[in-house]
Each structure stands twice: as structure tokens, then as C-alpha cells.
């Protein structure tokens, strides 16, 4: 006796299965992959200029010249008097024209650190600048992102005088929440750069995702208008 006699039914049923697990197979896989994505972004080293930029658009502004005795904490703008606000801290006082930022020592006193913190901290995904050191050593760069991960890499400046631009980029689009550069002294730095975080394309393992949960929602919707049809 035939097993199966409206052949035809048991066809669809059969490809109804087969659809059924290939779906289920292409969600798990994307799971599998977004499980194993890494939690936070990374960035890396550059040296030049930073390409996502041009002219200015880019090199933190100050409304107003800092002179006198100086200041260890400034507001700036990045690009001009209406861009995004960034915060800077300095380990002594530092003066400036006012323009964009050329902070120099307000003393004899080493300038050695700097920290820069974005108001806005989805704002940014690269940052870069350029100065004099006192003497020929290392410059080191640490960038905190958004999510709180610390990324760092040092810089071998092999002469005193003014070195090109230096800096850290994000390769996945992550943002910056804060920038600290040290050396064992600076006689100025100029040229601060931040710009734009940039867009990102999805990752496979996302759209692999949304590609299951399309299956699966198509094949339930089709095996309850089959259910209904039935009952009918």
C-alpha cells in the first residue's frame, strides 16, 4: 500500500521541512556569528593626515585668546565658534591665541598631558594632532571609547622640533569618549583634530540574521494559512 497517496501533499510537506531547517540553520549560524563578534571596537594607529577631513573642519577652535597666566582647563569647538564642544584638561597652564588651538606652556613648568573630552561622545572616530616636543622621545596616545575600552600606542618622535600629524582611528565606527596624550614635554601642540565618526557596512552575521527570522516568519505564516485552509 502506497504510504503516501496525495503525493503532491506530501511533497509540500516535505519542502515545507526542508525549508523549515534551512532557516533554522541560517538563524543559528548568525547567532553563532554575533555571539563571537567582538564586544568593543578597535582602534589603531595613523601617521599624516587624517583623510576624512579637509581644511579646517576639523582642528579645535577657541572663541577667545588664553593669555596672562594661562589656564589648565579650556573649552574649544571643533571647526569653528558653532561646532561640537570639547573639553580640555592640561597638567599646567597653557596659553593660546585665540583661532584655531596652539597651546603652549604658560610657564616654565613641562606641559606633559593633555586630555581631551568630547561633550558629545557618539560624535567622533578619529583624532589626531601635531606639536614640538622639548626634546626627541615618545609621545603616547590613549583613546576611550564609548563603551569604556582603552586603546593606546606610543609614538617614537626621533627629533625635537615640530613632527607631523599623529593620531588613533576607529576601524568599525566606534566612537571617542575621551583622548589623553603624554610625552615628557611638550613645547606646544597644535593642529588638534576630530572628525566624524563614519558609517559602518552591516555585518554579514547581521544580515544572515535578519535573513532567518524573514524564513522562519514566512514558513509559520504559510503553515497557519495551510492549518486554516484545512479547517475550513
Known amino acids: 500500500m502506497d504510504a503516501c497517496p496525495a503525493r503532491t501533499a506530501c511533497g509540500r510537506g516535505r519542502a515545507s521541512k526542508t525549508g523549515k531547517w534551512l532557516a533554522s540553520a541560517a538563524l543559528g549560524t548568525a547567532v553563532g556569528l554575533l555571539v563571537s563578534l567582538p564586544a568593543n571596537a578597535s582602534f589603531i594607529s595613523f601617521t599624516g593626515g587624517d583623510p576624512a577631513c579637509s581644511g ?5 577652535f577657541l572663541d577667545a585668546a588664553i ?6 582647563s579650556l573649552t574649544a569647538m571643533v571647526g569653528g565658534q558653532t561646532g561640537p564642544q570639547v573639553d580640555i584638561a592640561t597638567n599646567t597652564n597653557v596659553t593660546s591665541g585665540a583661532g584655531f588651538a596652539v597651546l603652549t606652556p604658560a610657564s616654565d613648568a613641562a606641559l606633559t598631558d593633555l ?3 568630547p561633550a558629545n561622545d557618539l560624535l567622533f572616530g578619529d583624532f589626531s594632532f601635531r606639536g614640538i616636543l622639548a626634546n626627541p622621545g615618545d609621545v603616547t596616545i590613549n583613546v576611550t571609547d564609548a563603551g569604556g575600552a582603552l586603546f593606546s600606542h606610543i609614538f617614537s ?5 615640530n613632527f607631523q600629524p599623529i593620531g588613533m582611528i576607529s576601524q568599525d565606527g566606534e566612537s571617542i569618549k575621551s583622548v589623553s ?13 576630530f572628525s566624524p565618526v ?5 555585518p554579514p552575521a547581521v544580515a544572515l540574521f535578519g535573513s532567518g527570522l524573514l524564513g522562519l516568519g514566512f514558513l509559520a505564516r504559510r503553515s ?7 479547517n475550513a
Open 56 to 60: 579646517n573642519d576639523c582642528f579645535l
Open 67 to 72: 593669555t596672562g597666566a594661562g589656564s589648565n
Open 115 to 117: 586630555t581631551f573630552t
Open 157 to 161: 618622535i626621533a627629533a625635537s622640533g
Open 181 to 193: 596624550i603624554s610625552s615628557a614635554g611638550f613645547n606646544d601642540v597644535r593642529q588638534i583634530e
Open 198 to 202: 563614519s558609517a559602518v557596512p552591516i
Open 224 to 230: 497557519k494559512r495551510k492549518q486554516s485552509t484545512q
